[in-house]
Nanobody, 116 residues
Framework: QVHLVESGGGLVQPGGSLRLSCVASGNFFRINDMAWYRQAPGKQRELVATITFGGSSSYEDSVKGRFTISRDNVKNTVYLQMNSLKLEDTAVYYC??????????WGQGTQVTVSS
């Protein structure tokens, strides 16, 4: 069984920054793609950013230039550096990882609130 645990969420003012982390634990061979999703109240969960095992990344248009996804394959951790945060970035942020021979697994989510 594998688990993903996010951390780093919190309350921040508009224009501020936060760094989310997601650590994988359990018995697995390799983590392929990793991603961050978010879900705002009353909205569907949306993809924010993805990163491959080799480090290639992609972003949802509204976060390009502000958010950076990265990973440490030794620590089995994915990060999301969020800068220039806006009110509309408020959401629960979820980590998602695709484990080789296991499949996709979700984290429990971490709340990010952008408010003045």
């Amino acid at each position: 069984q594998v688990h993903l645990v996010e951390s780093g969420g919190g309350l921040v003012q508009p224009g501020g920054s936060l760094r989310l982390s997601c650590v994988a634990s359990g018995n697995f061979f390799r983590i392929n793609d990793m991603a961050w999703y978010r879900q705002a109240p009353g909205k569907q969960r949306e993809l924010v950013a993805t990163i491959t095992f080799g480090g290639s990344s992609s972003y949802e248009d509204s976060v390009k230039g502000r958010f950076t996804i990265s990973r440490d394959n030794v620590k089995n951790t994915v990060y999301l550096q969020m800068n220039s945060l806006k009110l509309e970035d408020t959401a629960v942020y979820y980590c998602y990882a695709v484990f080789a021979m296991i499949g996709g697994v979700w984290g429990q989510g971490t709340q990010v609130t952008v408010s003045s």
